[in-house]
């Protein structure tokens, strides 16, 4: 007996037709560099989308073919999004976070021809240009800027194509779709390449109620930028379900993100930690400046929002949700939704759940594994967190396979450290090169940088490993206090000796006005490792 | 460029891997033929369902055999459709509400080996039994009925391998996990095969916010049996999230299942629309008796719900949402959810949309096609109403393709007539063949139908075609007046009349005490027509 269904390939297209046919009305809004709001709908982007495709068609792009993107988050780099899988090429998203070299160097690896690049990024254009040549530069015209001699303009290249259909190139589903690397804390960045399969997989599996919960009265605004992951994956979800967009632009301070809410209101943002520790910090210092909607989700991605993070913002009537993934997971692997089980456990279990990794999305398995095979699932054995499936990458473009990032069987080896728990709460204990090794022991710098941010007077904490003779490995923390507020290093020991046994205190503090952050908003350990090697 | 995802096929398996690990501790309630109920973890029932895979796998069942299962709906059922596609066998789901030969004509089609079967089954599987011999019959013991000599019990058949765990046959995703026969209102049944990729796929996509939005929160009725198109995918998809299942068994009157509303709490009920115009009768005749979740959903497909029934239930704070699908669908085609641009046209307009069949699920493509090709989407114009997916039937088990069936260009010809509005929403009109063709011009059985069904009088209506002379066709009208009710023929015609032209009316109206039904709950207009020839 054989299966009578369809044969017919998943493709990011299918995304596409949703938002030309049958959620035309939804709407886009994109901020401009001068902090103005353009607004467009759907069936307009959908329009620009295919003149696109059509101009990149005409310039002689080909299946494959890699069309870069420098870019911040707006309505032209959704049209990037849909407009040139729709000409069968394959979008690269380059982090504009990223010095010029580094970005000429990963342009390189890519072999990325066609450049679509912001205006107000030209400087940091210049600098990639002295490395590496793209065959063709568009620029998007955001501000006045005049447009650099030999770059055209985008509205000028899609002109010619406005108004008219375009039949989407043929594909088979396992065709790529984009290509995005990863931040490489460690060694050269590595590409990720998502297929058609894989990011039409990840939508409908990211839309679900218990995950991003995307729905047509949703109105999402990802301030995770559109070069990260896919911006984790939010651009084809939400179109998918129909949602309407807010998209940011370059003004990501507190305040501009603040203002944004207030006049857009968004029922889901998305970010990284810091972003949302500044703000609330902002709010606080400004009552009644702005209104937040009830009832906000903030997604939390990139690192895990502490269970402090999570009780402040539910203490402000927003609904603070983790996730976890990874550029390699594309990247939504687990997040932290809250069970029957735990809602019957009370607030206090709520508010610690909710700080975990969470529960492994539908479309990946995950195991964790230690010295004797995998652990089992009962919140306490820890080992290296391994994850596997259609979304999940099985190898890097143009790199050799490497049994430290992929093992025998198949499974990727993430690098974190982490538990699982009986109801399937995933909890990362530490990036396992940043578990600190003292006298034969680990210590967990997630943990103590968790406990640390409980403290009222700590806006951020960081520890890592210092080289010691005789225990290997002694942690020092790095903390920063909140405006007018500051404590002793007794104090700040005794508050973490409630949780930490005393060989596990850090021996050595250090006060920086700021922890140094990566190009995608993390802590940068690799950075304060240098400043403080011994 | 090649993508880099890893190649891992999509599975059953892995919404298996779901009840067994993450969800264990959800709950699966069964109400048993004495109207007990029994519940049973997902831990349980997985743990039972890989004793059954065992069971099967020792009793000499290999990849790709059909076991087939007569079965109401209870925890058994679940446990077979998990179960069977660990042992890599297919399910194949027979209709208890179908002749024991009719029955034995699809099992032999079919070529079933092993049948599970409820012991409140056994008459009819002794009528089956006269046509068609299964390889080994296992009986359900749910009452208190002796077991049939030569059949052994299900109990005593996974007994030897409770407990342990069972290594998943390893499958290609295109390969079959179930069957099931079309109910064959034209012609013989034909067999639809799922495939682990469309079974997969279409859980996810169910799952969605704006489609059946399931989360681990819900708890999930399906009234709709479990052999009728893989109970609209709901045991998959309820699984998948972590929703617990109320499974209602062989006990379905109105009062019966409004008990079991009672004392379960469900927050989504699924089933036809028949089922609920009983509910609701029941309901007003005994006011106090039940009580109802407030914001329940109710999901009504096998045929649109009316606008009057919709209001009837919003009236009973009970959400009333229409989706459209069949068998050869997997089943979600369309369901109508209330887009905000509906939302702001007001309450009439919300009800009216809501009485649509909906707007397409993202994992199928929708066209109207006319005599000249494709129509507009502009909410009037009429045509053939044809879908396209990966979850969509390309053809029948053991059946020659037929373009009655399928389009040169691959789409499937669903009978159905149907307008697709501008926003999406897709409206049927009738079937095609009970359209009534009348003076060169067609009349919607199904817009009369539901006009009729708004008169206050009125309980059920089906309209259907007598040949004439001069006309070709007319329409005539079956009426069941609710309890204590009655008008007359010309109250009737007038009611019709603010919304039909003269020579469209019935001539000729028959009051009945019921509609007849076919095997799935849908009026039988083949038994009509035999009833009223002319």
């Given at each position: ?206 839309s679900?109620p218990?995950?991003f919960a995307l729905s047509c009265r949703d109105v999402v ?17 939400a179109?998918?379900n129909g949602a309407h ?22 029922t889901l ?266």
């Amino acid at each position: 007996m054989k299966s009578t269904m369809m044969s017919v390939p998943l493709s990011v297209n299918a995304i596409f037709n949703r938002m030309s046919k049958i959620f035309g009305e939804a709407e886009v809004i994109s901020r401009l560099p001068d902090k103005s709001l353009r607004r467009h709908s759907y069936a307009q982007i959908a329009e620009r989308a295919m003149a696109l495709a059509a101009g990149l068609e005409a310039a002689g792009v080909r299946r494959g073919d890699r069309v870069a993107t420098l870019c911040w988050n707006h309505h032209v780099n959704l049209e990037c999004y849909f407009g040139i899988p729709l000409a069968g090429a394959v979008m690269h998203t380059l982090n504009l976070r990223l010095a010029g070299e580094e970005i000429a160097w990963i342009a390189a690896h890519a072999k990325d021809g066609v450049l679509i690049v912001d205006d107000v990024l030209l400087p940091l254009y210049r600098e990639i240009a002295k490395h590496y040549e793209f065959s063709r530069v568009i620029v998007v015209q955001l501000g006045d800027e005049k447009v650099a001699a030999g770059a055209g303009s985008y509205e000028d290249f899609i002109k010619p194509y406005r108004g008219k259909s375009f039949v989407p190139k043929p594909h088979d589903e396992n065709d790529p779709v984009a290509v995005c690397y990863t931040s490489g804390t460690t060694g050269r960045p590595k590409g990720v390449v998502y297929s058609h399969r894989s990011t039409f997989l990840h939508a409908l599996c990211a839309s679900a109620p218990d995950y991003f919960a995307l729905s047509c009265r949703d109105v999402v605004l990802p301030v995770t930028p559109m070069f990260h992951a896919n911006c984790w994956g939010v651009p084809y979800a939400a179109v998918m379900n129909g949602a309407h967009l807010v998209l940011p632009g370059p003004h990501l301070h507190a305040e501009d993100l603040l203002d944004l809410i207030t006049e857009t209101r968004p029922t889901l943002a998305l970010g990284v930690p810091t972003i949302w520790l500044a703000l609330i910090q902002a709010l606080d210092a400004n009552p009644g400046k702005w209104s937040v909607p009830k009832g906000m989700r903030s997604l939390v991605g990139g690192a895990a929002a502490s269970e402090s993070l999570v009780k402040a913002f539910s203490e402000r009537g927003i609904d603070c949700v983790n996730a976890w993934g990874m550029t390699e997971t594309s990247p939504l692997g687990t997040l932290s939704f809250v069970k029957p089980k735990v809602s019957e456990a009370g607030h206090d279990e709520i508010l610690r759940r909710k700080s975990f990794a969470g529960i492994p999305a539908p479309i990946l398995d995950l195991r964790v594994m230690g010295d004797e095979g995998e652990m089992p699932w009962d919140g306490r054995s820890v080992g290296e967190l391994q994850v596997r499936g259609p979304c999940i990458t099985g190898g890097y473009h143009d790199v050799e396979p490497d049994p430290d990032k992929h093992t025998a069987d198949g499974w990727l080896r993430t690098g974190d450290v982490a538990t699982v728990d009986s109801l399937g709460y995933m909890r990362i204990s530490d990036r396992k090169k940043d578990l600190i090794k003292s006298g034969g022991e680990w210590i967990s710098s997630v943990d103590m940088e968790n406990a640390l941010m409980s403290h009222p007077a700590v806006h951020e904490a960081a520890v890592i490993a210092i080289p010691h003779e005789r225990w290997t490995e002694r942690p020092l923390a790095c903390v920063v206090f909140k405006p007018g507020k500051a404590i002793s290093t007794d104090e700040l020991r005794a508050h973490l000796a409630t949780d930490f046994a005393k060989w596990q205190l850090p021996d050595r503090f250090e006060f920086l006005s700021a922890i140094p952050k990566t190009s995608t908003g993390k802590y940068s350990k690799l950075k304060l490792r240098e400043m403080f090697p011994h």
